[in-house]
């Protein structure tokens, strides 16, 4: 069974920066579209960006273009979203979550593995 577990949400100031993880077992990553997701309380949940199996392409939501960065370590199983110049609108809970075989996609219905969330706030 594939596990994708958050980490390196918290609280930060508008205007700072924070990176968070996502750290995958049971499964390697090789070969996985990764993305991250978030959800805000009474919003939909919302793409935010996903990187390829191989790192190499990269995809972002409009609203965090410029400021968020994907990145991915298959060797360490782990995917990151480092969060630059950050907003009180990005406050949300993040996800993380995986795809077998798939080209990159901001669809989170093509996702099938998913993790629990981590909790990021962003101060004014």
């Known amino acids: 069974q594939v596990q994708l577990v958050e980490s390196g949400g918290g609280l930060v100031q508008a205007g700072g920066s924070l990176g968070l993880s996502c750290k995958v077992s049971?499964?390697?990553?090789?070969?996985?579209?990764m993305g991250w997701f978030r959800q805000a309380p009474g919003k939909e949940r919302e793409f935010v960006a996903a990187?390829?199996?191989?790192?190499?392409?990269?995809l972002f939501a409009d609203s965090v273009k410029g400021r968020f960065t994907i990145s991915r370590d298959n060797a360490k199983n782990t995917v990151y979203l480092q969060m630059n110049n950050v907003k009180p609108d990005d406050t949300a809970v993040y996800y993380c979550?995986?795809?077998?075989?798939?080209?990159?996609?901001?669809?989170?219905?093509?996702?099938?593995?998913w993790g629990q969330g981590t909790q990021v706030t962003v101060s004014s």
């Open positions: 990187i390829s199996a191989r790192g190499s392409r990269s």
């Open positions: 979550a995986g795809r077998d075989n798939y080209p990159l996609t901001d669809n989170p219905k093509e996702f099938l593995h």
């Open positions: 049971g499964r390697s990553v090789t070969g996985y579209t």
